[in-house]
């Protein structure tokens, strides 16, 4: 399965992954994902959102375990980031088959459409849409860096926006989710463990900052007479850092739009994309409302204008206790070394799932590197081996033979 992933959407000059949603290159990815369903004869769903499920066994059974993860990426993304934990997924599945062991409820593994929000902004929208975080109709309307709308470009990929949204009929089958990930940090290396089980997601936004001034020229305009957005939003981004480490947050601009882009030319607009996070909700709001004061002021001196609006907020999320316990010893075996259990500042579809009433967990594989959203991303071989052979233990203790399920069947809460 790897070296068919391999090749996908792999920038040869820069060795990363430019696999965007409902790119080319994606669109192999997905029918990469329903050959590999097909090729263990386990039906293959797609939901109104382009969520991809492939089962063993009848969801409509209910209480479900799903695992899997998405194979989209940022720019210029690693190999790991999403599609170990959809190759995993079915690995396990095989591993499980191997052994003769037969679930006694559904397993699914999915692949999560549009988790970067590389194209369209807005992180875990499949997922979100899925479980009605997000508007079908804002999401309709979301353009790409071409300027197409979402709207456009499924209708252009065969499917049809207006069924986009909520599915709780699918969200109530689902019991249990587990998403397998490479670690995006050095947690598990400094641990000496090959495998860790997440105990939070950090709560963290993408805001968009629009910095106006006025276009002139760069030879002929004195220094005093301008009004030069990229000093607003130079200055912006040092405050940014200098707010992070003084909160222990993290703030990063990692994407900037300058217009016109003339190198002989004052810009007449910045555009830039905050990314913020921290251990809570608290210090976000105040470390993004710092930087925000501090860039108005800094335009007022500068003659030029900001406004500011926030693209994609997602919540903190604790992961289901109880579930996480039982994961951690499940990946531990009997008699096994206690598992690394750790948070992370990366955000995840099992965010979103968990914030829908889903118990949830995630596995995290040493990454050597501790590098992510790069193309040093990396995963030893073997750690990648014992994580499908730690997801095959804990989808056997989840869909085996036992009295109580993981979840609470309560009606649940979707669309909120
Ligand atoms: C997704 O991986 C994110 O953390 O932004
Ligand atoms: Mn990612
Ligand atoms: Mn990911």
Not at 255 to 268: C, D, F, K, L, Y
Not at 332 to 359: K, Q, R
Not at 382 to 387: K, P
Not at 389 to 394: G, N
Request: hydrophobic share 40%; net charge negative; with cysteine.
């Amino acid at each position: 399965m790897w070296d068919d992933l391999v090749p996908v959407g792999r920038d040869p000059s820069t060795g990363g992954y430019r696999r965007y949603a409902w790119s080319d290159a994606d669109l192999t990815l997905r029918e990469w994902f329903a050959a590999e369903a097909a090729r263990r004869e386990m039906p293959l769903v797609e939901d109104r959102n382009g969520n991809q499920f492939a089962w063993w066994g009848d969801p409509a059974e209910g209480d479900a375990v799903l695992t899997g993860s998405h194979l989209d990426s940022v720019p210029d993304g690693g190999a790991y980031d999403g599609p170990l934990g959809v190759v995993s997924g079915f690995a396990a599945v095989d591993a499980l088959r191997t052994k003769d062991f037969q679930p006694v409820r559904p397993i699914g593994v999915a692949n999560f459409v549009d988790e970067e929000g590389t194209r369209f902004g807005i992180a875990c929208a499949g997922s979100r849409l899925l479980t009605g975080t997000l508007e079908p109709s804002r999401a309709r309307a979301l353009r790409d860096r071409d300027g197409h709308t979402l709207d456009e470009v499924l209708r252009r990929r065969g499917r049809d926006p207006e069924r986009l949204g909520a599915e709780p009929e699918l969200l109530d089958r689902i019991g249990t989710f587990v998403e397998l990930h490479v670690e995006q940090g050095r947690g598990l290396v400094d641990d000496g463990a090959p495998i860790g089980v997440a105990s939070a997601i950090w709560p963290h936004g993408r805001w968009r900052f629009d910095f106006h001034g006025r276009a002139d020229h760069a030879g002929t305009t004195r220094m005093a007479d301008r009004q030069d957005p990229m000093l607003t939003y130079a200055m912006t981004a040092l405050a940014a850092n200098k707010q992070a480490r003084l909160a222990d947050a993290r703030a990063t601009f990692g994407r900037i739009e300058v217009v016109p882009g003339g190198t002989n030319a004052i810009p007449s607009h910045v555009r830039a994309w905050l990314d913020a996070r921290a251990a809570d909700e608290d210090t976000i709001a105040v470390l993004v409302g710092t930087i925000r004061r501090l860039a108005t002021e800094r335009a007022e001196r500068d003659g030029t204008r900001l406004e500011v609006e926030a693209e994609s907020v997602s919540a903190a999320t604790t992961f289901d206790v109880g579930l996480r316990d039982r994961v951690a010893a499940a990946v531990a075996g009997p008699g096994g070394a206690a598992v690394p259990v750790l948070p992370t500042g990366a955000g995840h579809d099992a965010g979103i799932l968990s914030a829908a009433g889903i118990p949830t967990a995630m596995l995290f594989v040493r990454n050597p590197t501790g590098v992510s959203h790069a193309p040093d991303e990396y995963a030893e071989f073997a750690d990648c081996e014992a994580g499908v052979a730690a997801l095959a233990r804990v989808l056997e203790d989840l869909t085996g033979p036992r009295d109580v399920g993981p979840r609470d069947t309560g009606p649940r809460d979707v669309g909120t």
